[in-house]
T-cell receptor
């Protein structure tokens, strides 16, 4: 089955800093790749996705590029805000019916 | 579209008791998943339904766990003879059928505490 190695946290940044959260995976075939986010007190929600090699997913200023050759899907944002403080999960999807395999999550805290 | 709804949000039970959780998916979604999340970890897959058919069960799902999705709508997850190790957040998600992985929408979860 799939597996995910996600950058360990917690990550603490000042507002407007650059963010990178690394994610590498092993999978059978070429799965869709997802980043989910969990804000304090809320449920998991999709942040962005990419469905094939070299695709770039983007949302809310976050970006991640599907790199087949390095089996990576690193999350980046050029200028973080306090409101980005949350837990971020990298997750490859199964190639058949969408079962997700989550990384352990990276806690991001952004200070003013 | 009210999203994925889970009930109850919190459950405290004594060891050895049975508990049942309910999940109401988004109405037009025919895929339904259950995950379990413990503190500091990512969610772990438990089981998957396509309409009313349970198509995959994780090895994490011991004989004490059973899930149903009658009529392909809401789903229930029952844990019999609960143990302290069952304490976790139980998450339900739903998605549309499609080629490969489509976006899954998650409920807010049921937090189970076994004392």
């Amino acid at each position: 089955g799939n597996s995910v190695t996600q950058m360990e946290g917690p990550v603490t940044l000042s507002e407007e800093a650059f963010l990178t959260i690394n994610c590498t995976y092993t999978a059978t075939g070429y799965p869709s790749l997802f980043w989910y986010v969990q804000y304090p007190g809320e449920g998991l929600q999709l942040l962005l996705k990419a469905t094939k090699a070299d695709d770039k997913g983007s949302n809310k200023g976050f970006e991640a590029t599907y790199r087949k050759e390095t089996t990576s899907f690193h999350l980046e944002k050029g200028s973080v805000q306090v409101s980005d403080s949350a837990v971020y999960f990298c997750a490859p999807g199964g190639t058949s019916y969408g079962k997700l395999t989550f990384g352990q999550g990276t806690i991001l805290t952004v200070h003013p | 579209d009210t999203g994925v709804s889970q009930d109850p949000r919190h459950k405290i039970t004594k060891r050895g008791q049975n508990v049942t959780f309910r999940c109401d998916p988004i109405s037009e979604h025919n895929r339904l998943y259950w995950y379990r999340q413990t503190l500091g970890q990512g969610p772990e897959f438990l089981t998957y339904f396509q309409n009313e058919a349970q198509l995959e069960k994780s090895r994490l799902l011991s004989d004490r766990f059973s899930a149903e999705r009658p009529k392909g709508s809401f789903s229930t997850l029952e844990i019999q003879r609960t143990e302290q190790g069952d304490s976790a957040m139980y998450l339900c998600a739903s998605s549309r059928a499609g080629t490969g992985a489509t976006e899954a929408f998650f409920g807010q979860g049921t937090r189970l505490t076994v004392v």
